[in-house]
């Protein structure tokens, strides 16, 4: 299905500073060597593997990677999860949420370490002759008409055409766009959530047969959320949660909890749930993953002169939305489809691009907080009119529900 190209035919004079390894910043790489601008990427941390939980991709993020050849190796690697199991803390099942079909948009919804991504990726930019430098974090950028720098805490600075804000949620590069057009600085807003989850290899819970359970499920009750699936490619369960706590306890006392004293808070809370739950947090021995959760208000832009923002840096979404790694992906390719069509006028491109994107991006943001909303701690009357909702929603949502998150396409990438 891929239509990967890898070799540019008409080298551009621009040079680009991309700034962030994670998503965005090796996608972005990537499709602006297809349209032949070279450029360089510079991420603060030192290369690690197997970093991160996992991730939700949807159809509209596969099909990008598709688009760069590298969906067959993840799907390999993930597990699909073409609708998703709801059912409240009785066991009683409230019904099956579409979360994107293989035969009706090309892809299937998949769960998936973001290591697995985050390396697919950066091997892509390796074959490409990417540049990658590690441990260079940004702490300044300046533009002029002619030029963009960046300053780096090691005392370097390297110097670009265009540069590209790939650096996530606390983007130093977005402080220079908003400060550069006038705007005040954009702080990430706190969710009032902290996602926790693991790893738990089969090996360890023999007693849960794999076979017997839907491919992901998620149970609602007084105390949150629990959901767990199995990964195929690894033969392990995986699982997620969230706790809620103040921003202080999130960055915090939550982060720094040892492993064993945050399996027993999360007993307390949902360890009289139905089967396998239990079991599972017993079979949990560590580390897990402790992700306090931020959004970001939309921002008023996106880009300056020579300076544009993209992925988690532009729109932080909430990862209850399961679109965060997708949109990024997205950005990535409108931006290389953009710039291709604007040539050298990187402006007219990043307008373009932020035309594009914005109102899409809002409204993914948008249902991520209000689904992070049903994961809050509520009391019985609020319970079980969330289990009545949820059962309409199920009985209502038809699979055609999420063209419009699903079935984005970028054409002629
Ligand atoms: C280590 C890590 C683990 C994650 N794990 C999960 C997870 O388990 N589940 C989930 O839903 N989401 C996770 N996320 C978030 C998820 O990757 C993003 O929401 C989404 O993929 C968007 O990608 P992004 O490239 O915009 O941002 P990110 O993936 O956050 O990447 C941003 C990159 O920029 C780098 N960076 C930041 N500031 C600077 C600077 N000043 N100079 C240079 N580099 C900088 C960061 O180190 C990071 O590598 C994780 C992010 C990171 C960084």
Not at 109 to 138: D, F, M, P
Request: proline letters at 6%.
């Amino acid at each position: 299905m891929s239509t990967a190209t890898t070799n540019p035919t008409h080298p551009s004079p621009l040079k680009a500073l991309i700034i962030g390894g994670g998503i965005a910043g090796p996608a972005c790489a990537l499709f602006l060597h297809r349209v032949g601008i070279h450029a360089t990427i510079y991420e603060s941390h030192q290369f690690i593997t197997n970093i991160g939980g996992i991730l939700g991709l949807a159809p509209n993020g596969l099909r990008v990677l598709d688009s760069l050849g590298l969906a067959d190796k993840i799907l390999k690697q993930a597990s699909v999860t073409e609708e998703m199991m709801m059912r409240n803390h009785y066991g009683m099942t409230l019904g099956a949420f579409p979360t994107g079909k293989r035969s009706r948009y090309g892809f299937p919804s998949i769960l998936v370490r973001r290591s697995v991504v985050h390396e697919t990726l950066v091997q892509a930019t390796k074959e490409a002759g990417i540049t990658i430098e590690y441990g260079k974090k940004v702490l300044r950028v300046e533009e002029t008409d002619e030029k963009v720098v960046v300053y780096f805490d090691d005392g370097a600075a390297a110097q670009g055409d265009i540069l590209f804000g790939c650096d996530g949620i606390r983007s130093t590069v977005r402080d220079h766009v908003l400060a550069f057009s006038g705007h005040e600085k954009r702080e990430p807003h706190y969710t009032g959530l902290v996602g926790v989850g693991g790893f738990i290899p089969s090996s360890l819970v023999p007693n849960i047969d794999p076979k017997a359970e839907p491919p992901v499920i998620m149970t609602h009750g007084p105390s949150g959320i629990f959901a767990y699936g199995y990964l195929h490619a690894n033969n392990e369960w995986i699982w997620w949660s969230t706790f809620e706590a103040t921003e202080e306890q999130a960055r915090g006392d939550i982060r720094s909890m040892p492993d064993d004293e945050l399996l027993r808070k999360l007993f307390a809370k949902h360890g009289t749930w139905p089967s396998p739950i239990p079991e599972l947090i017993k079979a949990e021995t560590g580390p897990m993953v402790r992700l306090p959760i931020y959004d970001v208000d939309p921002l008023p832009v996106w880009h300056s002169g020579r300076v544009v923002l993209t992925g988690d840096a532009a729109h932080a979404v909430a990862p209850h939305s399961g679109q965060g790694v997708s949109l990024a992906l997205e950005d990535a390719a409108v931006l290389g489809k953009c710039l291709r069509e604007a040539g050298t006028e990187v402006r007219a491109a990043f307008v373009a691009y932020e035309n594009a994107r914005k109102a899409r991006v809002t409204m993914v943001v948008e249902e991520g907080r209000r689904r992070g909303q049903a994961k809050k701690e509520m009391g019985f009357i609020a319970c079980w009119i969330r289990d009545i909702v949820m059962m309409v929603m199920a009985w209502w949502l038809t699979d055609s529900a999420l063209d419009e998150w699903f079935g984005y396409t970028v054409d002629g990438i």
